[in-house]
């Protein structure tokens, strides 16, 4: 069954401009706080989510169905915000808080730090890791995003987004490390 995304996407496409309102009703707060955790800047945030929109309004890309509208529509958002950066020659950010909120699942040094709120060493070890492995951390553990979506927004098979978050998990894991946050288990 269609989601209520697609369906407004498609009635949009097919000239009914109500459907772009209803995209937009539906999913712009949602749109900002993820390209908020993104960006760190709500500011920066609504800039890049109307951006997105424009390119649905303009460009009308084409929605598959591969995975849930809202998944598509934050994998567009997620290419504008990186293009723009790209040709700003920005980085991305990561927002100690939310990696603070975030369980990570399986790890118990990471757990531990997130638990107590060692935000600074997150945050600095989030960013020392390679874009690929922040996005696949973002999208699980502060997106909630199952692996079956990440793997279509990010064009990547369900095997591949495992074995990602498997390295990335590990990766963080030494920047921690490298922070000075031990498993005392080892």
């Known amino acids: 069954m269609e989601d209520n995304g697609a369906s407004s996407y498609h009635r949009f496409l097919k000239g009914d401009r109500e459907g772009?309102?209803?995209?937009?009703?539906?999913?712009?707060?949602?749109?900002?706080?993820?390209?908020?955790?993104?960006l760190g800047?709500?500011?920066?945030?609504?800039?890049?989510?109307?951006?997105?929109?424009?390119?649905?309004?303009?460009?009308?890309?084409?929605?598959?169905g591969d995975a849930t509208f809202k998944t598509?529509?934050?994998s567009v958002a997620k290419n504008v915000t990186l293009k723009y950066l790209y040709k700003n020659n920005r980085t991305i950010p990561t927002a100690p808080e939310d990696l603070t909120n975030a369980a990570i699942e399986g790890d118990d040094a990471l757990e531990r730090c997130v638990r107590e709120e060692k935000s600074e060493a997150v945050?600095?070890?989030?960013?020392?890791?390679?874009?690929?492995?922040?996005?696949?951390?973002q999208l699980k553990y502060l997106e909630n995003m199952p692996v079956k979506e990440i793997a279509a927004a990010t064009g990547r098979t369900v095997h591949g987004v495992n074995s990602m978050l498997k390295r990335s998990r590990k990766a963080l894991k030494e920047e921690l490390q490298k922070e000075g946050i031990h498993d005392e288990k080892s």
């Open 72 to 74: 598509w529509l934050f």
């Open 41 to 64: 800047s709500e500011d920066d945030a609504e800039d890049m989510a109307e951006e997105a929109l424009l390119v649905l309004m303009n460009r009308k890309p084409a929605f598959r």
């Open 123 to 137: 945050s600095h070890a989030m960013n020392r890791l390679p874009e690929k492995f922040r996005l696949v951390l």
């Open 20 to 38: 772009l309102v209803r995209i937009v009703e539906d999913y712009y707060d949602d749109l900002v706080r993820y390209l908020t955790r993104y």
